[in-house]
C-alpha cells in the first residue's frame, strides 16, 4: 500500500496568517503518461462529512475559497490556507487515488491561536 | 442538486447481518464509480472499495477484502455495503461518495453522502 504520511499531527494558526500542511507518500502517485499526481486533499468540520478542496494535487474544486491551494515537490504535497478564517477550523486529509487502495493521510487538525 | 443519502443509524449485535445504503440523486447513477470509506469513532478516513454501478465492477482494500461486499442496483440509483456477520470492530461511521468525473477511474470523490453510524455491540 501506499503510505500518505502528514505533518503536522496538529497545527493552530493566528486569524489571516497562512497555515501549511504537508502530505508525503510513500511512492510516487505521478501517471507519467499525463504528468497528473493522484492527490487529493479534503476538509472535514466537526460532525460533517468530508468536502473536497483540491484535486490533482493543485486543481482547486468549484466553489472552493481561493485561499486554499495545494502544491508539489515529488513526493511531497502541501496543502496551503493564506489566510485563515474561523470557518476553517477542521481535519484536512490527503489522499491518493493512484493506486488501490487509495489511502488517506493521518489527518492533520487545524484550529485557532 | 447531486446528493448521496444514506440509510439512518444501526444498533447490531455481533454476529448479526447489516447492509446500509447510499442512494444517488440528480446524475447518471450508473456513470459515476462510488466508493466506501470508513471512520471509527476519534479516527481517520479509511478507504474500503469502490464499485462502478454501469457494470458492478468492483475493488477492495486488502483489509476489507471479504469483509464486506460492496453491490449496487442501478434500478434504484443505490450502492450498499454489506457485512454478514458483524464484529464489534465494524463500529464507526461509514460514507459513501461519488467520483468526480463520469467513466474514468481513478478520481477524487466530489459528493459525499452524510454518513451512516453503525454500533456494533452486545
Known amino acids: 500500500d501506499i503510505v500518505m504520511t502528514q505533518s503536522p499531527d496538529s497545527l493552530a494558526v493566528s486569524l489571516g496568517e497562512r497555515a501549511t500542511i504537508n502530505c508525503k507518500s510513500s511512492q510516487s502517485v505521478l501517471y507519467s503518461s499525463n504528468n497528473k499526481n493522484y492527490l487529493a486533499w479534503y476538509q472535514q468540520k466537526p460532525g460533517q462529512s468530508p468536502k473536497l478542496l483540491i484535486y490533482w494535487a493543485s486543481t482547486r474544486e468549484s466553489g472552493v475559497p481561493d485561499r486554499f491551494s495545494g502544491s508539489v515537490s515529488g513526493t511531497d504535497f502541501t496543502l496551503t490556507i493564506s489566510s485563515l478564517q474561523a470557518e476553517d477550523v477542521a481535519v484536512y486529509y490527503c489522499q491518493q487515488y493512484y493506486l488501490t487502495p487509495y489511502t488517506f493521510g493521518q489527518g492533520t487538525k487545524l484550529e485557532i491561536k | 442538486e447531486v446528493q448521496l443519502v444514506q440509510s439512518g443509524a444501526e444498533m447490531k449485535k455481533p454476529g448479526e447481518s447489516l447492509k446500509i445504503s447510499c442512494e444517488g440523486s440528480?446524475?447518471?447513477?450508473?456513470?459515476?464509480?462510488i466508493g466506501w470509506v470508513r471512520q471509527m469513532p476519534g479516527k481517520g478516513l479509511e478507504w474500503m472499495g469502490i464499485?462502478?454501478?454501469?457494470?458492478?465492477?468492483?475493488r477492495y482494500g486488502p483489509s476489507f477484502q471479504g469483509q464486506v461486499i460492496i453491490s449496487a442496483d442501478k434500478s434504484i440509483s443505490t450502492a450498499y455495503l454489506h457485512w454478514s456477520s458483524l464484529k464489534a470492530s465494524d463500529t464507526a461511521m461509514y460514507y459513501c461518495a461519488k467520483y468526480s468525473e463520469a467513466f474514468i477511474s481513478p478520481d477524487a470523490f466530489d459528493i459525499w453522502g452524510q454518513g451512516t453510524m453503525v454500533i456494533v455491540s452486545s
Open positions: 440528480g446524475y447518471t447513477f450508473t456513470n459515476y464509480w
Open positions: 464499485i462502478y454501478p454501469g457494470d458492478s465492477s468492483t
